[in-house]
């Protein structure tokens, strides 16, 4: 009888230790699954933001005003929109009171870790300064400024050197792209107060560590001539 009682209590052990088993198994599954949802839900959010904003963009100058009115109303931050053919940077631009707020937050004001593409602080929001600097944070997922990264290739900077800049008040600028390269992040680049000699329009995106930042210099041809970039005049540079 206690040999047989014994038995029992065994097999009791064992089914209660294989149940607390399967129990943590199947937690554990459950949590990865969870996990890998909530990732892929992460690196989606920007895509499904842009997918869902592009049908505001404005398609000429004449719905301009009216793209903005609808874009105003979701955020009153809204100063511009940004276009760069080939790839998937095709967002509106915002601008805050700092340079801290959009780095975690999306156009709909909603945190997130891929932001969205914003105008320094201390820039006119009508882009009239000698020189404005837009910000993006370079996703894996190839969103937000990412794709600034294709213009280290100088073969693809040379045939993809226009940038469009769409703004509430009508206009429609479009620059030239002179050079790419890699500067240190307190490099004098970032400074509004540098003399440069025509409109210029910095893209400025994470590098390769946090000491650089990758810099795509455009700039915007003086009224009545043409820009005379045509692949030429274009440069990479690494510091």
Same mark, same amino acid.
């Given at each position: 009888?206690?040999?047989?009682?014994?038995?029992?209590?065994?097999?009791?052990?064992?089914?209660?230790?294989?149940? #607390?088993?399967?129990?943590?198994f199947?937690?554990?599954?459950?949590?990865?699954?969870?996990?890998?949802?909530?990732?892929?839900?992460?690196?989606?959010?920007?895509?499904?933001?842009r997918?869902? #904003?592009?049908?505001?963009?404005?398609?000429?100058?004449?719905?301009?005003?009216?793209?903005f009115?609808? #874009?105003?109303?979701m955020?009153?931050?809204?100063?511009?929109?940004?276009?760069?053919?080939?790839?998937?940077?095709?967002?509106?631009?915002?601008?805050?009171?700092?340079?801290?707020?959009?780095?975690?937050?999306?156009?709909k004001?909603?945190?997130?870790?891929?932001? +969205?593409?914003?105008?320094?602080?201390?820039? +006119?929001?009508?882009? +009239?300064?000698?020189?404005?600097i837009?910000?993006?944070?370079n996703?894996?997922?190839?969103?937000?400024?990412?794709?600034?990264?294709?213009?280290?290739?100088?073969?693809?900077?040379?045939?993809?050197?226009?940038?469009?800049?769409?703004?509430?008040?009508?206009?429609?600028?479009?620059?030239?792209?002179?050079?790419?390269?890699?500067?240190?992040?307190?490099?004098?680049?970032?400074?509004?107060?540098?003399?440069?000699?025509? +409109?210029?329009?910095?893209?400025s995106?994470c590098?390769?560590?946090?000491?650089?930042?990758?810099?795509?210099?455009?700039?915007?041809?003086?009224?009545?001539?043409?820009?005379?970039?045509?692949?030429?005049?274009?440069?990479?540079?690494?510091?």
């Amino acid at each position: 009888m206690e040999r047989k009682a014994e038995y029992c209590l065994t097999q009791i052990f064992h089914y209660l230790v294989n149940g #607390l088993a399967a129990i943590v198994f199947f937690c554990c599954i459950a949590y990865s699954g969870y996990a890998l949802w909530d990732n892929w839900s992460i690196l989606k959010e920007p895509d499904q933001v842009r997918e869902d #904003l592009i049908r505001y963009k404005p398609a000429n100058e004449e719905e301009l005003s009216y793209s903005f009115q609808e #874009l105003k109303a979701m955020n009153p931050d809204v100063c511009g929109w940004l276009t760069l053919d080939h790839t998937k940077i095709d967002y509106p631009v915002v601008q805050g009171t700092d340079n801290e707020y959009y780095l975690k937050h999306t156009f709909k004001k909603t945190e997130h870790v891929a932001g +969205s593409i914003f105008l320094d602080k201390d820039n +006119s929001p009508d882009f +009239s300064n000698r020189k404005s600097i837009l910000y993006g944070h370079n996703m894996k997922d190839g969103s937000m400024f990412q794709g600034l990264h294709k213009y280290e290739n100088e073969q693809y900077l040379e045939t993809h050197n226009k940038v469009y800049l769409y703004l509430p008040d009508g206009q429609s600028l479009t620059y030239s792209v002179l050079r790419c390269e890699y500067v240190n992040a307190d490099s004098d680049t970032f400074w509004l107060g540098e003399p440069v000699e025509t +409109s210029q329009l910095l893209l400025s995106t994470c590098g390769s560590d946090s000491s650089k930042r990758l810099v795509l210099f455009c700039e915007l041809p003086e009224k009545g001539e043409e820009s005379e970039t045509n692949g030429e005049d274009i440069s990479i540079e690494v510091f």
